[in-house]
């Protein structure tokens, strides 16, 4: 499945984040973004052809449940990390609501590295599947936040 700019800048209810916060967004994240989206396209086709489809969240109606996030909507994100990768355009979260990427990927981590790819452990990202195309501070291919 093609994950998009316009996946990753839509926000709750379909707002376009890109259009809201145009001041946050700068060539960096535009740049960070678009290597994001390729990534993940490239990866959600791979699990697709490994029989593990991507959801449509109920309230993006994109695959994602939440992209880019400019700083004012990082802050009011509850358990947001201050320094969330979200925010330079390096990590997008799939919606994973009954956890099934986030099993696969931790039982097959070879295609996280094989993708360049990190992702938070599903045990903290209970409905959702947080990929990055940077590592954590641990290094390790599946982190806890």
């Not at 989206?37 to 489809?53: M, T």
């Not at 309230?59 to 358990?79: E, H, I, K, Q």
Request: proline share 9%; aromatic share 8%; net charge negative.
């Amino acid at each position: 499945m093609l994950i998009t700019l316009d996946h990753y800048w839509t926000g709750p209810g379909g707002s376009r984040r890109d259009e809201l916060y145009p001041l946050d967004l700068s060539t960096e994240v535009r740049a960070n973004a678009m290597r994001w989206c390729a990534v993940a396209s490239d990866l959600a086709e791979r699990l697709g052809l490994l029989g593990i489809a991507l959801n449509t969240h109920p309230s993006t109606g994109t695959p994602l449940s939440s992209g880019w996030r400019p700083p004012l909507v990082n802050a009011a994100t509850p358990n947001a990390s201050k320094s969330s990768r979200h925010m330079s355009g390096e990590a997008g979260d799939l919606y994973d609501p009954a956890g099934q990427i986030g099993d696969f990927l931790l039982a097959h981590q070879e295609l996280l590295a094989e993708f360049g790819v990190w992702v938070e452990h599903p045990d903290s990202t209970p409905t959702w599947s947080h990929w990055q195309t940077v590592p954590p501070r641990s290094g390790n291919r599946v982190f806890r936040p």
